[in-house]
């Protein structure tokens, strides 16, 4: 028996070709989960990897600033040296200085195509989505000009091919070129400029980030531990296997030529001088102009009814501000209780219409007696109520001696298609928005078994409806199941979009367990 | 209950060393390599790059006592000179062959400012002839500054071919 609102499913359906590259991620990122175990899958945490890559140029990068001697004449020596006689300190950090920023580059630009893929440009992702793109502006523009403090003949290679290309634009009244046709031209002046765009654009990058994740609560800024130990010990290892060290020093009497070169860094100074310097710049606006208009281009997916707070119902625990995967809740005081009673708000800018608050909500328990269920915050296009009412509904007519109820969501394996005779189903905004109690509520009512099913670890939509979930129906969370409802009546599973599959043979075995278990039979 | 996180046998932990070797690999192979090589093997490059401030576009004169008169005692100075600068014609030959021609216009919005000339030419080394063209005074026809010169370029090698306000000639270094 399937249970599903129309009004629901509110996702961005994508394009036919971003359908096809999306499947095909999914796979990729399924066959990661085999290897890494979803929890720890780098495709799961990229943005959390480029923080960790961020981290890791911060420490690296001071070390080498506190080496290097900021000078024209002195700079290339002084980082050549390092990497010579103290190989084993400044050398390994020098080459995971530089490895890192490789590396921060692969994982933001994945880290953009799959927020891309989930269709997380639009919505209330829309703030997310645009404070991303000045960050590959700065990342850019700050690895860029790393390489030209070493001053070595890849550093003067990039720097001249910037200036060429910074050129076309009519913004100097001299060519910056100028700086570099002669060996004395090199000023400290001009270093000193090199510096402050390497050290500037991190600075910047800094306060881009916290922007970018200010929507986000309990943004994940860190990878778990043993991907960000995987993760640095990978890069340890390149970094002893091929130390980075310094082409030949800068010499503007002479063009540089067959340099060892960072394609992954350095791709735009080639690309110009294939094409051209306007043809860059070209590309280069025209990127940003998609980047920034593809938020606002019509497509599907309308904006959905956001969390409403029921000011009756609400006794300001603090459970759905706790819980809210996007500050969107508030807690301000109550206007009718009490001095000192707090009352949640929702910030309709912020919600991003997921209900986990009304899972997290105590007033959501099915067990109050009032005609119609009130909770303290609700959604309106899947009030709680209804979920009541369809579960006690399909229960009554239900013949099978032992139903199971199997909670799902809209996001991830579809529940809908394991609805038969003994199986009613539910599919829910996001996992996250079942009340706890209504696990024993359905027990109660009459289920053999309950079935609760969300996206794999680490896959959730709305970031922590799997994880509060996991934690509700483990009793380490509030709201948690009763620790009287027996364990073996209740099964969670983590299946992705795609991974019916998976859903269908637990199923199976729940039904088997129950068969053989005692579980109550009905006598319809 | 399936918890998500389910124990990983050897097979993944060898997965996960492959793939963290592939990233390695991916990101310590793209991070030098290929060569790349920005002039063919055998190239010289010419930078023909000048930054230079023309002639006044008109001849400055000098005010008659009447004309100073009608000004404000501030502004009585007894000659005027435009700040309009000439706008510079370069040209260059090499071996016989005119390659680049290029009127620059002076910047700034009174073009009064520098006229600039950027251009690069990749060449094969070796020895060659260049006559370097220059007319900086709009007032004249023909060239005011004009240099030819016989070069010798070793591979890899960077010709500035510059002017110098000081001398005022054409510089080849
Ligand atoms: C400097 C590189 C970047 C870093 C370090 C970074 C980091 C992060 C982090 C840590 C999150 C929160 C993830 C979570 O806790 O669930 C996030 C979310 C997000 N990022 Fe980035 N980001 C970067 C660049 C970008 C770029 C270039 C874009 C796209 C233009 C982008 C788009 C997004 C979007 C749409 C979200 C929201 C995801 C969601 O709501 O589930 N980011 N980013
Ligand atoms: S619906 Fe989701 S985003 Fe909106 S207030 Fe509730 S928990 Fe927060
Ligand atoms: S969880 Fe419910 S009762 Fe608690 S603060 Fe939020 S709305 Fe109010």
Redo the contacts with the bound molecule.
């Keep these: 028996m399937a249970q599903s609102d129309p009004l629901a499913t509110h996702r961005h359906a994508p394009g036919r070709l971003r359908g096809l590259a999306l499947n095909a991620w999914r796979v990729l990122e399924h066959r990661f989960d085999a290897v890494f175990g979803s929890a720890c899958n780098p495709l799961r945490h990229l943005?959390?990897l480029?923080?960790l890559m961020?981290w890791l140029l911060a420490i690296s990068g001071i070390y080498l600033y506190a080496a290097i001697d900021t000078s024209a004449t002195g700079a290339w020596h002084s980082i050549d040296s390092l990497s010579r006689e103290q190989w084993w300190l400044g050398g390994v950090l020098r080459s995971l200085h530089r490895y890192a920023a490789d590396a921060f580059f692969i994982v933001?630009l994945a880290?953009?195509l799959r927020?891309w893929l989930f269709g997380?440009?639009r919505g209330f992702?829309r703030f997310?989505?645009l404070t991303?793109?000045p960050?590959?502006i700065f990342?850019s523009v700050s690895a860029i000009g790393g390489f030209w403090l070493n001053w070595d003949q890849l550093g003067q290679f990039s720097a001249v091919a910037t200036a060429e290309w910074l050129d076309w634009l009519p913004i100097f009244g001299s060519p910056f070129t100028r700086n570099f046709i002669r060996g004395a031209a090199v000023s400290d002046r001009l270093f000193s400029l090199f510096v402050f765009v390497h050290l500037g654009m991190p600075l910047l990058?800094v306060f881009g980030?916290w922007f970018?994740?200010q929507r986000?609560s309990?943004?994940?800024?860190f990878p778990p531990r043993p991907l960000a130990l995987g993760t640095l010990a990978a890069l340890l290892a390149l970094a002893l296997a091929r130390p980075v060290m310094s082409q030949a020093a800068a010499d503007l009497a002479i063009v540089p030529t067959a340099l060892e070169y960072d394609w992954l860094l350095l791709a735009v100074h080639p690309l110009t001088y294939a094409i051209s310097a306007g043809g860059v710049w070209m590309l280069l606006a025209g990127t940003l102009g998609l980047?920034l208009a593809l938020p606002f281009l019509p497509g599907k997916g309308g904006t959905a009814p956001v969390a409403v707070v029921s000011p009756a119902d609400c006794n300001g625990c603090r459970r759905c501000f706790d819980d809210c995967p996007?500050a969107a809740v508030t807690m301000i005081s109550h206007p009718i209780r009490r001095m000192g009673r707090e009352l949640a708000q929702v910030d309709p800018v912020l919600c991003a219409s997921c209900g986990i608050c009304t899972g997290a909500c105590p007033s959501s328990t099915p067990f109050r007696s009032t005609a119609t269920l009130t909770t303290g915050i609700d959604m309106p296009q899947a009030p709680i109520d209804a979920l009541r009412g369809r579960l006690r509904r399909a229960l009554a007519v239900m013949k099978a001696p032992q139903p199971i109820v199997v909670f799902g969501c809209d996001h991830g394996a579809r529940v809908t298609s394991l609805a038969t005779d003994d199986v009613a189903a539910f599919s829910l905004l996001c996992i996250g928005a079942l009340p706890p109690a209504f696990v024993e509520y359905a027990l109660r009512d009459g289920a053999a078994a309950v079935m609760v099913s969300g996206c794999r670890a680490g896959g959730c939509e709305f970031?922590l409806g799997q994880r509060w979930t996991e934690q509700r129906l483990a009793g380490t969370r509030e709201p948690h199941v009763r620790a009287s409802v027996p364990r073996e009546r209740l099964v969670t599973v983590w299946a992705d979009r795609g991974d019916e599959g998976a859903l269908h043979a637990e199923l199976d075995q729940l039904r088997m367990r129950v068969r053989t278990s005692s579980a109550p039979v009905r006598h319809v | 209950m399936s918890d998500g996180k389910p124990q990983l046998g050897a097979t993944a932990w060898a997965g996960q060393v492959l793939l963290y070797a592939l990233f390695a690999l991916l990101v310590g192979v793209f991070s030098n390599w290929p060569t790349y090589r920005h002039l063919a093997e055998g190239q010289s490059l010419i930078k023909l790059s000048f930054s230079h401030t023309g002639k006044p576009v008109s001849e400055c004169h000098t005010q008659s006592a009447e004309q100073l008169a009608k000004l404000p005692p501030n502004m009585r100075a007894p000659v005027r000179c435009p700040r309009e600068r000439s706008p510079i014609v370069v040209e260059l030959d090499i071996d016989g062959t005119a390659v680049f021609r290029h009127t620059a216009l002076p910047s700034g919005l009174a073009k009064d400012g520098a006229a600039s000339v950027y251009h690069r030419f990749p060449i094969v080394s070796g020895s060659h002839r260049l006559v370097v063209r220059v007319n900086d005074d709009l007032r004249r026809t023909g060239f005011t500054h004009v240099r030819e010169d016989s070069v010798t370029l070793s591979p890899a090698q960077i010709l500035v071919i510059d002017f110098d306000p000081a001398t005022q000639t054409i510089t080849l270094q």
């Design positions: 943005g959390a480029g923080f961020f933001m880290h953009l927020e997380h440009e992702r997310s989505w991303g793109i960050l590959l990342a990058l980030l970018h994740i986000i309990r943004a994940a800024v980047l996007y970031r």
